[in-house]
């Protein structure tokens, strides 16, 4: 709890404590080297002199921990052999560099039950590959194929597949992703999200499609591959993609994958039915179902970045819409829509100057208050996702530190697309205030306040009541509404921005660097835990 709050010293002393109480407790030395790590790697002593003095105190644990004490050390030298090299690149050499992570991993492969040895041949051949050693950790990925037991092949057939990946052999990783769908297809759902995977990082759209389907008719009750499938119907259109939704929560109602994906349609500025209080809801289900799934936090993160920057920037624009939309005659749906139009548009012109103005106050003085997000998101404790992954630095990072990390490495991109965020909110509003002045005789409105004030609330984050009469009509007149793409000029792949994660690299995988190739392929999962 005291790591979580952010005070180590405090959590440090209550470990020493226990300790001396419990000396062969192997828990609370994992904790100490958690601590003393960072603390190393702070200060810059890459040789981890407070680490590895407990490490050497934890030789006093029972027989059957000790080997993890041997690989936990092997993984702390290896992450801080890297540091060193990217600290000084002209005098180490990471193959050299490494040497010491070699030998924690042959003590521990000593100590290792044989039945669990297999996870250490992995691990070790990981580490080669950090250093470009393909041929070494192929033969270590050999001696993990001859020691697994019948229960972790798939996981071994899909890390020789992802270092062929990895090397450029894209026939051969294919090869190997096909033979454990062959053997394992039908009781390991994570070889069918492996095939999608590579097919997205190579461009293969239609094929992931085939494979994710092909999938959930043997496993459909699996929230990632249903994931996955939303995703990648993006380019269908956001009608489709909520079709494909909606079958995804008959299936699994309570796969916080899934309701994340809703969550990001309806932030997605591209979308017809763009709302962020249904946003918001779909990110409470998604955390409540699945509070280990890490993405859900972030993407509540960029929520509360929009809803506290943007909205009240939009208000203007809405007010003048709705002042000049009473001044006017009577107009019939095509030129509301017009109106409408014009409205976004000028709201999208006139924040692309200002926003770019106020981008280093929004960013540098901190205006966003992130402490209940951040208390919520340890207690949770999250420990995997696309996201998740990408914005936490290293495995010993505490959920807090990656908010925050996630925090100014999200502002910027969040910023550059301020003015499409806006423009969607203005769009929307418009189109509630013409159903509401348009449509008295089809529906009542929810609010029997005036129409001004309606909308403030409709946007202001105050809910108002709402029938499914009334959600039924404003989705569709939503999606009759031209989108806004075509009221404002963006690129072509703009809208590929706000599609999540699935695809990291697709199109762009050969201009990647090897160092972001080995992130996205062997930092993305759980394989030691």
């Known amino acids: 709890m005291e790591n979580d709050y952010g005070s180590p010293d405090e959590a440090f002393s209550i470990v020493e404590k226990g300790l001396k109480e419990l000396p062969r407790y192997g828990p609370l030395y994992f904790q100490a080297f958690k601590q003393l790590e960072k603390e190393d790697l702070q200060e810059?002593?890459?040789?981890?002199?407070?680490?590895?003095?407990?490490v050497a105190r934890a030789d006093s644990i029972s027989r059957e921990l000790l080997w993890k004490v041997h690989l936990e050390a092997a993984q702390m030298q290896e992450r801080a052999a890297v540091l060193a090299v990217e600290a000084n690149p002209k005098k180490l050499n990471i193959r050299v560099a490494l040497q010491a992570t070699r030998r924690s991993y042959a003590k521990a492969i000593m100590l290792c039950p044989a039945n669990l040895s297999w996870k250490i041949w992995l691990a070790a051949g990981r580490t080669e590959v950090s250093c470009g050693n393909t041929k070494g950790a192929r033969e270590l990925f050999l001696r993990a194929?001859?020691?697994?037991?019948?229960?972790g092949r798939s996981t071994v057939f899909l890390e020789c597949?992802?270092?062929?990946?990895?090397?450029?052999d894209l026939t051969l990783s294919r090869s190997l992703l096909c033979k454990a769908r062959n053997q394992f297809g039908k009781s390991d759902w994570k070889v069918w999200l492996s095939s999608v995977n590579l097919e997205c990082r190579c461009n293969n759209r239609l094929r992931a499609i085939k494979?994710?389907?092909?999938?959930?008719?043997?496993?459909?009750?699996t929230g990632r591959l249903w994931a996955?499938?939303?995703?990648?119907?993006?380019e269908?259109?956001?009608?489709?993609?909520?079709?494909?939704?909606?079958?995804?929560?008959?299936?699994?109602?309570?796969?916080?994958?899934?309701?994340c994906e809703g969550a990001r349609i309806y932030l997605n500025p591209f979308s017809s039915t763009f709302d962020l209080r249904a946003s918001s809801r779909h990110l409470a289900f998604a955390a409540r179902f699945t509070p280990q799934y890490g993405d859900s936090f972030l993407e509540q993160l960029r929520l509360n970045m929009i809803d506290q920057w943007f909205i009240p920037l939009a208000v203007p624009f809405i007010t003048s819409m709705y002042d000049e939309f009473l001044s006017c005659d009577p107009m019939d749906m095509k030129d509301a829509h017009r109106f409408i139009a014009?409205?976004?548009?000028?709201?999208?012109?006139?924040?692309?100057?200002?926003?770019?103005?106020?981008?280093?106050?929004?960013?540098?003085?901190?205006?966003?208050?992130?402490?209940?997000l951040e208390l919520r998101c340890s207690s949770a404790d999250p420990n995997y996702g696309h996201l998740w992954f990408k914005y936490r630095g290293s495995c010993i990072d505490t959920a807090r530190e990656v908010i925050r990390a996630a925090k100014v490495a999200m502002a910027d991109s969040v910023i550059d697309h301020s003015y499409?965020?806006?423009a969607a909110v203005v769009r929307r509003c418009g189109v509630l205030m013409l159903i509401e002045h348009m449509s008295e005789k089809i529906i009542t409105p929810p609010s029997s306040a005036s129409g001004k004030k309606s909308l403030k609330q409709q946007e202001g984050g105050v809910p108002s009541p709402s029938t499914k009469r009334w959600d039924i009509v404003v989705e569709k007149q939503l999606r009759l509404a031209p989108s806004l793409d075509k009221m404002i000029s963006v690129s072509p792949d703009g809208s590929k921005m706000f599609t999540g994660t699935l695809g990291e690299g697709m199109g762009k995988w050969d201009k990647l660097s090897l160092l972001e190739k080995r992130k996205i392929l062997f930092g993305s999962d759980s394989l030691l835990s």
């Not at 996955?228 to 993006?234: D, M, V, Y």
């Not at 259109?237 to 995804?248: I, P, R, S, T």
């Not at 548009?345 to 209940?372: G, P, Y």
């Open 44 to 54: 810059k002593a890459y040789t981890l002199p407070r680490t590895m003095k407990m």
């Open 228 to 234: 996955a499938l939303i995703q990648l119907r993006h």
């Open 236 to 259: 269908n259109g956001e009608h489709f993609q909520m079709k494909v939704l909606k079958c995804a929560l008959r299936a699994v109602p309570k796969s916080g994958e899934v309701w």
């Open 161 to 168: 597949a992802r270092l062929e990946e990895y090397c450029g």
């Open 145 to 151: 194929h001859e020691s697994v037991s019948e229960k």
């Open 420 to 422: 499409l965020y806006i």
């Open 342 to 372: 014009k409205h976004t548009k000028k709201a999208a012109d006139v924040m692309k100057t200002q926003l770019e103005e106020e981008r280093e106050d929004l960013i540098t003085k901190d205006v966003l208050d992130t402490s209940e």
């Open 211 to 221: 494979f994710a389907q092909e999938a959930l008719n043997l496993h459909r009750g």
